[in-house]
């Protein structure tokens, strides 16, 4: 049960120990996600695992919760585990934060990086963390996921596989699955494998650091034979149930990933040989977290209508993969980012 509202002004320690965010138990989910290959305009088989996969996906994104007081908390730590000032996000109660107005319906597990491996696979109360920030110590920790452990979940839902590192037995972030799925490294276990055929690139892949190397080189001139590209023999091999991956080394690197539940493939031509990349997409599910900015945001995941605009609607073109056209993130502005298709080497087609 969702506890009452506090009708008296509170300290704000009080407050917090008040705060709860509830799931319900056996939430109602909206109609599942719609899974779909697409191929020059003819469907194509989607196998029971993928599927799955893109099931829990659409789970996690859907599950139901409330506040019951606004949620001050950090989503991020540095190198010293301790939270960070940037990472600040005030998620409110209620629409404009005021008592007088409604509560705030939200759904979607909320988008942690420090404590990330919370999947609430049977709904329960998710849990504040023991960390504060030094400099304001109402913003608090939470559980949660972060893109990467989303997509983790998903796969471990439709293989049975956790995706650990030999390391410490984590679960992988994007830098891991960039590791595994290039070469084994040894920090990483062997789940993951490429998408696609990287033409005369393959050998000169496992010296790459982050996706645009790996894009610039699939798209160089030469690389395929005559009427091949990246589009035709990368993008166009995605199925549902695969990974989109960026990396970047900006900032000591980091990245992002999205589950693709959708793809639809659209020719130049009638003979099928000449990808369309400004008209072939995927449809995509992705935990993105918060907008720092807007504190009545509904949900941290993609598809959204937050914006109103029709940004976040996890639809991408092939183009947009590439970063020959930008398209939009939550709380860095546009950015041409290159992703990189990734898949579990334990899904059977």
């Known amino acids: 049960m969702i506890k009452k509202t506090l009708m008296k002004r509170v300290s704000v320690f009080a407050m917090l120990c008040a705060l709860t965010i509830t799931l319900f138990a056996q939430p109602a989910y909206a109609a599942g996600p719609t899974v779909e290959l697409i191929d020059g305009g003819v469907s194509k ?21 409330k506040l019951t007081a ?10 010293n585990n301790q939270l960070t000032e940037s990472s600040k996000v005030k998620v409110n109660c209620r629409w404009d934060n005021k008592l007088a107005n409604e509560v705030i319906p939200r759904r979607g597990i909320p988008y942690s990086q420090v404590y990330r491996e ?60 960039f590791a595994d799925g290039l070469v084994n490294s040894d920090s990483e276990n062997d789940y993951l494998m490429l998408v696609g055929k990287y033409g005369k690139y393959y050998t000169n892949r496992l010296t790459a650091e982050t996706t645009k190397q790996i894009v610039t080189g699939l798209s160089a001139a030469g690389n395929y034979e005559a009427g091949q590209d990246i589009y035709s023999k990368v993008y ?20 992002h990933v999205r589950l693709v539940i959708g793809v639809n493939i659209v020719y130049k031509d009638a003979a099928k ?19 720092k ?54 899904f059977n087609d």
């Open 70 to 79: 606004t949620l001050r908390y950090c989503y991020g730590q540095d190198n």
């Open 118 to 177: 919370e999947e609430f696979p049977n709904g329960v109360t998710i849990k504040k963390g023991t960390k504060t920030l030094a400099s304001d110590p109402q913003y608090v920790s939470i559980y949660g996921t972060d893109c990467s452990s989303s997509v983790g979940f998903a796969w471990k839902a439709a293989t049975g596989i956790y995706l650990d590192r030999k390391d410490t037995g984590k679960m992988y972030r994007t830098k891991n699955m």
């Open 273 to 291: 040989t000449q990808v369309d990349p400004a008209k072939s997409y995927v449809n995509c599910i992705e935990q993105a977290g918060f907008s």
């Open 293 to 346: 900015t807007q504190g009545n945001w509904k949900t941290s995941w993609i598809p959204n209508d937050e914006d109103g605009g029709g940004k976040y609607t996890g639809k991408y073109y092939f183009t947009e993969l590439t970063g020959e056209k930008e398209s939009p993130t939550v709380n860095d502005g546009y950015k041409a980012r290159c992703y990189v298709p990734f898949k579990m080497k334990a």
């Open 45 to 65: 088989t989607v196998s029971a695992q993928r599927i799955k996969a893109c099931e829990k996906m659409y789970q996690m994104s859907q599950m139901p919760w």
């Open 236 to 255: 166009a091999a995605i199925k549902p149930g695969d990974a989109l991956l960026f990396r970047t080394t900006d900032g000591g690197g980091y990245g």
